[in-house]
């Protein structure tokens, strides 16, 4: 059975940090790209950041860029986004999730790619 599980979700002031990690069971993680998502209220969900499965390869969205960063640890099967210099507009519910990157893609942000996802944990950010 497979099992991502988001942590390190809360409220933090605007100009903050928080470190958001996912812990993977039940797949084998090295072979998954991994990314995260996001979905504020009353939006749709959102791609964030995704990493390849050696963690050589990153990629964000713009309104990220600079601000967050995603790594990995293939030994503990976690992923994490170091997220810095917080806003109000990213408040939301953060996703983990796993691709299994069929081809010859090193990653995908199209959420139909991800097979896998945690439950969430939410970010507040404070203004």
């Known amino acids: 059975q497979v099992q991502l599980v988001e942590s390190g979700g809360e409220l933090v002031q605007a100009g903050g940090s928080l470190r958001l990690s996912c812990a993977a069971s039940g797949l084998s993680f090295s072979m998954n790209a991994m990314g995260w998502f996001r979905q504020a209220p009353g939006k749709e969900r959102e791609f964030v950041a995704a990493?390849?499965?050696?963690?050589?390869?990153?990629y964000y969205t713009d309104s990220v860029k600079g601000r967050f960063t995603i790594s990995r640890d293939n030994t503990k099967n976690t992923v994490y986004l170091q997220m810095n210099s917080l806003k109000p507009e990213d408040a939301a519910v953060y996703y983990c999730?796993?691709?299994?990157?069929?081809?010859?893609?090193?990653?995908?942000?199209?959420?139909?790619?991800?097979?896998?996802w945690g439950q969430g944990t939410q970010v507040t950010v404070s203004s």
């Open positions: 990493i390849s499965r050696s963690g050589l390869i990153t």
């Open positions: 999730a796993a691709d299994p990157v069929y081809g010859t893609s090193d990653y995908h942000t199209a959420s139909y790619s991800y097979v896998y």
